[in-house]
């Protein structure tokens, strides 16, 4: 892997490059990107960046103060294996060319400033993270949204709805069953070459691999794995981990989506993210107290729990994510801690001895979040924990769905809506803004465009279940 720009550079020679491919990620966490013959890659590239319109990319600039810089990190280079021509990949940072600054509003930014503040507390002076991202891979999709019509349609070989179908040529049944997709071997598990090519795929851009297994819900729900790493590095891995997915899909004729809640009525798709803070390549979270866990380590639990509802305007960032976050689905709608009860929003997985290995899981993210927002903002909850030493209360060990109306009424549960998230993080985020990591600017503009751009747009929108509910009425 290249590391410094001469890397880079000797590596368009050796193995021929033609183009170079520069990915960035908008506010909203999709890659953009802008392709160069390779012969315009100089070492200028790297100190100064190469310019384009940010008018043009969503919740940036105005058309008046257009001009950016897109800056490659030489560490990030890997060659982009669905491009018919050598195409080298880096991923950029954007940057002010007025300032000569990094721009404010760019996430891979702020990941960075999150970065220097943990070092700058004196806490610790790297913090891992290892997110779990979940996806569905169909066959089919159909939507579309008129004045007079509004629908969706999706389809997969695996799903349970297709146990009588006949369109197949002979349906060949070994349908996974609704809430019964963990793990089943072929031919129930239809998927199996699929992840393998795409975890392979992973591996030759960089990513360290672990693993791949089915998932819970029936119609092609799936689970890769790589290792954990650094905030930032580990944000730069999980949009890679998605450029390969959508594409190997894509390449077999396939569909893959991040959406937390495709299907109604069986689990969606979360991303479970463990993270720690180490100082002096030493573990902080391992101690005496619960679940083998120090104190720091219970203090970041407080401020997770505490500002949990602001985080999830970051961390579950789509009016789809509140499809997922309801009760009965695994899903993680108490606010509580637990070293074993999945429906907790903390998790502390069991590990053994390895102090290295003491982690904790924070449960509610889900995948369409912006990685660089949903780490960034979950360190600086830990951290405002661990400078405000936040007490998390009591562990809740107990199975939650069986707690009685009165116990289940004191434990606290996720925001019903993204407008209750957005609420919340507009009274909520001075914990954002310690070191100039989050600005008022970013996040004001990010409510803005939520508002404007998601939710009110849906409140306009007549639903197709309101016809089963009310045509006849």
Same mark, same amino acid.
Request: proline share 10%.
């Given at each position: 892997m290249a590391k410094t720009a001469q890397d880079v550079l000797q590596m368009i020679r050796d193995q021929n490059i033609r183009m170079v491919d520069l990915k960035f990620v908008d506010m909203l966490g999709v890659w953009q990107h802008c392709s160069y013959a390779s012969e315009l890659?100089?070492?200028?590239?790297? !100190?100064?960046?190469?310019?384009?319109?940010g008018s043009s990319i969503r919740g940036w600039k105005t058309i008046n103060e257009s001009d950016m810089l897109m800056r490659p990190d030489p560490a990030t280079a890997w060659i982009d294996p669905f491009m018919s021509e050598p195409t080298l990949s880096m991923?950029? +940072?954007?940057?002010? #060319?007025? +300032?000569?600054?990094t721009y404010g509003r760019c996430p891979r930014a702020i990941a960075q400033r999150a970065m220097d503040y943990l070092i700058s507390t004196g806490i610790g002076d790297v913090a891992y993270f290892g997110p779990e991202a979940e996806f569905f891979v169909f066959d089919d999709v159909r939507f579309d949204q008129q004045e007079f019509e509004c629908y969706y349609h999706v389809d997969s070989i695996e799903g349970r709805w297709n146990s009588g179908r006949v369109e197949e040529g002979g349906n060949l049944a070994y349908k996974p069953r609704y809430k019964e997709g963990y793990f089943p071997v072929g031919p129930t598990d239809t998927l199996q070459d699929l992840r393998t090519e795409m975890l392979l795929t992973m591996a030759a851009c960089g990513v360290p691999? !672990? =693993?791949h297994h089915h998932e819970v819900a029936t119609g092609g729900q799936c689970e890769l794995g790589f290792r954990f790493a650094p905030l930032l590095t580990?944000?730069?891995y999980l949009m890679t981990y998605k450029y390969v997915? =959508?594409?190997?899909?894509?390449?077999?004729?396939?569909?893959? +989506?991040?959406? #937390?809640?495709?299907l109604f009525n069986d689990n969606g798709s979360g991303m479970h993210t463990h993270q720690s803070i180490w100082k002096d390549g030493q573990p902080l979270f391992a101690g005496d107290k619960y679940a083998g866990l120090?104190?720091?380590?219970?203090? $970041?639990?407080?401020?997770?729990?505490? @500002?949990? #509802?602001a985080l999830l305007a970051f961390t579950n960032p789509t009016t789809n994510s509140y499809k997922r976050l309801v009760p009965g689905f695994e899903a993680p709608v108490n606010l509580v801690y637990s070293q074993g009860n999945r429906s907790a929003a903390i998790r502390i997985p069991v590990t053994g001895d390895n102090p290295k290995a003491k982690r904790l899981e924070f449960r509610c993210p889900d995948p369409m979040c912006n990685p660089y927002l949903a780490f960034s903002a979950m360190m600086m909850a830990g951290i405002d924990g661990? =400078?405000?030493?936040?007490?998390?209360? !009591?562990?809740?060990? =107990?199975?939650? $769905?069986?707690? +009685?109306? !009165?116990?289940?009424?004191?434990?606290p549960s996720t925001p019903g809506s993204l407008e209750d998230a957005l609420s919340a993080l507009e009274k909520d985020h001075e914990f954002l803004l310690a070191g100039g990591v989050f600005s008022e600017d970013f996040i004001e503009n990010w409510i803005t465009w939520k508002l404007d751009n998601e939710i009110n747009p849906m409140r306009l929108? #007549? @639903?197709?279940?309101?016809?089963?509910? $009310? $045509?006849?009425?």
């Open positions: 890659i100089d070492e200028n590239t790297f !100190e100064v960046g190469m310019p384009f319109d991923i950029c +940072t954007i940057w002010e #060319p007025r +300032t000569g600054s691999i !672990e =693993k580990a944000a730069d997915i =959508k594409n190997v899909a894509r390449r077999r004729g396939k569909t893959a +989506t991040f959406m #937390p809640k495709p120090s104190q720091i380590a219970l203090w $970041y639990i407080g401020g997770l729990l505490k @500002h949990a #509802p661990i =400078k405000n030493q936040i007490d998390p209360g !009591e562990p809740l060990d =107990k199975n939650i $769905y069986e707690l +009685t109306p !009165e116990e289940l009424a004191v434990v929108r #007549p @639903h197709p279940y309101e016809f089963a509910l $009310y $045509y006849d009425g």
